[in-house]
């Protein structure tokens, strides 16, 4: 079994579950967004890492549902992790001081613990975000 716990359904729970957000995540987004990550939390993952790499914007409605995101997990046992936000959104992370309540990683994190595994991370069920959906 390879120390996952079973999620409610009985079935292995993920270690990880990633969530790419690659486009505005903004209040139109907000919807879309909030249907994959509330799926990913229903899986109960040890951790859910969303990478921002891609997203260029974040507004008020988007920083509220990570926050929101962050205390439900709390709440079933999950951390939360933002990766990879540009300069700016790390900025505007930081003046919103979400930054003292989420954890915020850089790529070089998540890319030097995925190097590590030959490049592979089995432990992960990933999830795109707006991937080829293109406004």
């Known amino acids: 079994m390879s120390g996952n ?14 969530v790419a957000v690659t ?6 987004a907000i919807p879309r967004v909030a249907a994959l990550l509330d799926e990913a939390l229903d899986r109960r993952p040890a951790e859910i890492v969303i990478d921002l790499a891609g997203c260029r914007y974040v507004d008020a409605a988007g920083i509220a ?23 700016r959104l790390r900025r505007l992370l930081e003046i919103a001081r979400v930054d003292q309540v989420l954890q915020v990683e850089s790529d ?28």
Request: glycine share 12%; hydrophobic share 30%; proline share 6%.
């Open 65 to 87: 549902l990570l926050l929101d995101l962050h205390r439900r997990s709390w709440r079933v046992g999950s951390q939360l992790t933002l990766r990879s936000p540009s300069t």
């Open 23 to 28: 486009h505005l995540l903004d209040i139109a």
């Open 5 to 18: 716990k079973l999620d409610p359904a009985g079935g292995p729970q993920p270690l990880r579950v990633e």
């Open 108 to 135: 070089s994190t998540g890319a030097t613990a995925q190097r590590a595994n030959g490049g592979r991370n089995e432990a992960s069920d990933q999830c795109e975000a707006f991937g080829r959906m293109g406004r």
